[in-house]
């Protein structure tokens, strides 16, 4: 059994303090106990202190791990058709030990789900063996065979898939579909009528990006989709390509369900969340929240990950905010 305490903990109720968990050898939460008032949290008997925050682990909810090889291969600044452009000259062989040693950063630094797009069969023994939870999304122009693991087919996006075959797929889906939506203007007219055209109402939707959203949109989706629908927002990636942000604030006053993902190295130099969430402007916990995969809760099995580089009078994270595995 270990007893672990930090400044704050991540609850389901937002961040509190003052508190302790208990955790068993399998990594089950078994209590969450309060410190009474006066006790030095960094001096309790029997209990490992960590500065800062404990969270669950966190899921990526948006990555393309088989494109790991490509870091620093594709200019900043080149814009959604230059980068498009790119990406089909871009060498695609020889990234498998990229991958794996991705995969096993994202483990340390607390990630325990992903949301992984495939085109390829290139990362498929890296994620079996992976102590990471993948759920793989195979885009309909991507793959010859299907992986030993969680997998769905997806269409990558209204622009790439023909309305047809777009409407077949998605009528066929057994599960939600992960669809790149209104990165730029560079796709198709009025994509938010568009996508409720062709998708079945009942389709649970991952949208992912959702750079020129407007309320509009907003409108259209939420009022055909009668199973969830999960905003994902990558905002180092679209910097990096187009400079433009996805609606933040249109988001939240919609009490839209937001997720946070970090596409891919191709237009990324890093797959830290952490790194996501600095650019983004909300409540440090609801932010928190975007990330965490699970809850610590008793009967549970969340991970713990300790998130230093916190101001803990702002709650605002600093340059050297940075996450570690604890469990």
Known sequence: MRRLCS?????????????????????????????????????????EFFPGILMP?????????????????????????????????????????????????????????????CNGTSTFATKVASRIEYHNFIEFF??????????????????????????????????????????????????????????????????VHNCLVTQRDIDIVMGHFTGPVTWVVCPRSNRHISGLQPPLDLLRRNRLTIRVGTDSLASND??????????????????LGWVAADRIAPGRTPGIVNLTGVDLRTLTLTENARTKRII
């Open 57 to 117: 682990a966190m899921l990526n909810a948006h990555c393309h791990l088989e494109l790991s090889g490509l870091r620093g291969t594709i200019p900043a600044g080149c814009g959604f058709e230059g980068f498009v452009e790119a990406m089909k000259a871009a060498p695609r062989e020889g990234g498998e030990a990229v991958a794996k040693a991705w995969d096993a950063k994202m483990w340390a630094e607390g990630v325990g789900r992903v949301w992984d797009v």
């Open 142 to 207: 991507g793959i010859g065979r299907q992986p030993d693991m969680s997998f769905h087919t997806t269409p990558h996006s209204l622009y790439a898939v023909d309305p047809a075959a777009f409407t077949r797929l998605a009528e066929a889906a057994r599960g939600p579909l992960s669809v790149h939506f209104m990165e730029s203007a560079f796709e198709v007219a009025d994509p938010a009528a568009r996508l409720v055209a062709q998708t079945p109402p009942e389709r649970e939707m991952i949208l």
């Open 7 to 47: 400044h704050l903990l991540l609850t389901p109720w937002g961040l509190e303090p003052r508190r302790v968990v208990r955790v068993s050898e399998e990594g089950r939460v078994v209590a969450v106990e309060e410190v009474p008032d006066g006790a030095a949290l960094d001096s309790l008997p029997g209990v």
């Open 270 to 287: 890093t797959l830290s969340l952490v790194d996501e969430l600095r650019l983004l402007d909300a409540p440090l916990a609801e932010m």
